[in-house]
């Protein structure tokens, strides 16, 4: 149907292009709604004389009218209808909006749907109401109404007009709702970006800082002037990256205050991106952690401070015991070789008690320097210092040799001894360090075990290693004190009076030195069990 057709003529398509051009303007330039809604309203009361119109803004959430322009009508007319609820019988504009299709009312007087406002319409002579629904993009946005003081039908000219500066008021009604919620949304961002306790920035891709909040002028004393133009590289150095994935990356870094005050910082780096997923902007945030790392290391420095305090008074409780130990130790040997060499001085003695006095005199000699070559075999390894000289060691003749020396012990002690294995393997070590890594722990075992107890020497093939195992089912150690076992002369508050705390930091360190590893399980009230892995000797390998 043509422009003719509908009754539009010439002139009509003339103002209404112009008019549209000019309020399409208004629109584009942010010109306020109310205004906009006026020219709306007046451009069709020029074209149909003796009309008044109004437009009316639904509220979606009181799902009332609320007046938007209304500029020929009474102003006591739009006030009385400003909150109009929409609803069947709610006048043209109010049934129109609820309903979803233009309502006519060629006689307010005859018209059931305005019972409730006949009164008011006709204290101004309102006589005719005709009201189309305005349709935004999604849902109803209000009314566009047209008013006459007799009774009226709409023509088709009026109906063509009114479908076109709806159409314009709906535009208008929309682009308002963009612009508003683009403005609400610029505030917040704007609140929440000034406002901020935490130093935020806007930056470009290659992070050139373009805007600044308050905060970060303050974490780095620079005005707004100052920061702007530099670059995240120069604010930020000594970058340690936490986190980093598509379009954003968190780091640790240093910065610099303006009077030379260095801050330790996170700053996050996130994208800004357009609509078509290309990153547009930076957004930067940056948290000060000066004060919370310097609170963790002091903390962490507290922390040392009391180990390394533990550590020197450990340290000195093992030391006194060393002493008071090697003391004993020392004393009773020491008492023989005075005792014995006065007896060969003083008594004329046969050569059978004067060859009994010297080998007592010789053993207890053996004794004191034994315990110095312990003493300074823990002390070569502290320092790395220990000689050594590798080669086959066969365990089988070796464990038979430490058995039967400390065969006396055991018998003394009422603890059985026993090799669980003859397998004739070899290991790649020194033939005295495992001999006396082997002492020790069979004496510790026959020493803290209990009487009918029994201590068992096994051996076998591990890999290219050979695992060598001491166990005893004597009383056990508590775990609290399994830490404890390789500090020297740490004897566990033992009430004993055999040893000065070596025997297994030694065990330890010369098993280390020959390239092998010893540990230690123990359950309390079951027994110990000592484990050594030893470099298996080639010789061992191809048998």
Same mark, same amino acid.
């Given at each position: 149907?043509?422009?003719v ?16 051009t ?65 609803g ?25 749907r ?17 009201s ?6 999604? %849902? *109803?946005?209000? @009314?566009?109404?047209?008013? !006459? ?5 709409? #023509?088709?000219?009026?109906?063509? &007009? +009114? ?18 919620a ?16 935490v ?18 002028r ?8 100052e920061?702007?133009?530099?670059s ?6 000594d %970058? *340690?990256?936490? @986190?980093?994935?598509?379009? !954003? ?5 240093? #910065?610099?205050?303006?009077?030379? &005050? +260095? ?16 990153a ?36 000195n ?9 090697l ?27 004067? #060859? ?18 312990d ?10 210092a ?6 086959d ?5 070796t ?12 018998v003394?002690?009422r ?11 070899s ?14 722990l ?9 009487p ?20 005893d ?23 004993r ?34 484990t ?7 010789i061992?390998l191809?048998e």
């Amino acid at each position: 149907m043509t422009s003719v057709d509908r009754g539009v003529d010439h002139a009509d398509s003339v103002v209404l292009v112009q008019r549209q051009t000019e309020l399409l303007e208004q629109i584009a330039t942010g010109t306020p709604l109310p205004q906009v809604l006026t020219g709306i309203a007046t451009t069709l009361e020029e074209l149909l004389p003796g009309s008044s119109c109004s437009v009316l803004l639904l509220d979606p959430d009181t799902a009332t009218l609320r007046h938007g322009a209304a500029p020929s009508l009474p102003t006591a007319y739009s006030a009385g209808i400003d909150g109009l609820p929409i609803g069947v019988g709610a006048g043209s504009c109010g049934t129109a909006a609820y309903c979803g299709e233009s309502v006519v009312a060629a006689d307010i007087h005859l018209d059931p749907r305005w019972d409730r406002y006949r009164n008011l319409a006709d204290r101004f002579g309102l006589r005719a109401c005709w009201s189309t629904p305005i349709r935004g993009r999604d %849902r *109803i946005t209000g @009314t566009f109404a047209v008013y !006459h003081l007799v009774p009226h039908e709409p #023509t088709s000219r009026e109906e063509h &007009l +009114v479908e076109r500066l709806t159409h314009l008021a709906s535009i208008a009604i929309d682009h308002d709702g963009l612009l508003g919620a683009l403005s609400e949304s610029e505030e917040r961002f704007r609140r929440a970006f000034e406002d901020n306790a935490v130093g935020m920035a806007l930056a470009t891709v290659s992070g050139v800082l373009t805007r600044v909040n308050r905060p970060l002028r303050t974490l780095l004393g620079r005005s707004e002037v100052e920061l702007l133009g530099s670059s995240l590289d120069d604010l930020f150095a000594d %970058r *340690i990256p936490r @986190t980093r994935d598509a379009g !954003h990356e968190e780091y640790e870094a240093t #910065t610099r205050t303006a009077d030379g &005050l +260095v801050l330790d910082v996170v700053v996050t780096v996130s994208q800004i991106q357009d609509a078509g997923g290309d990153a547009r902007a930076l957004s930067v945030n940056v948290l000060d952690v000066t004060g919370r790392r310097a609170a963790e290391e002091e903390r962490r420095r507290r922390v040392d401070a009391e180990l390394a305090q533990h550590a020197a008074e450990a340290a000195n409780r093992a030391k006194t015991d060393f002493v008071s130990a090697l003391a004993h130790e020392l004393r009773t040997p020491l008492q023989a070789i005075t005792g014995f060499a006065e007896l060969l001085g003083t008594l004329d003695l046969d050569g059978e008690r004067r #060859t009994a006095a010297l080998d007592h005199i010789t053993a207890a000699a053996g004794h004191i320097l034994s315990m110095v070559d312990d003493i300074l075999d823990v002390a070569r390894i502290e320092v790395n210092a220990l000689p050594l000289t590798l080669a086959d060691v066969p365990l089988a003749q070796t464990v038979t040799e430490v058995l039967e020396m400390l065969d006396p012990l055991a018998v003394a002690e009422r603890v059985s001894l026993k090799a669980a294995t003859d397998t004739p393997l070899s290991v790649y070590a020194n033939d005295r360090r495992v001999r006396q890594v082997l002492l020790n722990l069979v004496a510790n075992a026959i020493r803290y075990n209990q009487p009918g107890g029994t201590v068992t020497v096994d051996w076998v093939a591990d890999g290219p290693d050979v695992r060598i195992t001491v166990h005893d089912n004597g009383s056990g150690i508590p775990t609290e004190l399994l830490d404890r076992l390789f500090t020297p002369f740490d004897r566990l508050g033992a009430d004993r009076e055999e040893g000065v705390g070596l025997g297994l930091p030694l065990a330890r360190g010369l098993t280390e030195a020959m390239g092998g590893t010893l540990a230690v399980r123990s359950v309390v009230d079951t027994g110990t069990t000592v484990t050594v892995l030893l470099p298996q000797s080639p010789i061992s390998l191809v048998e």
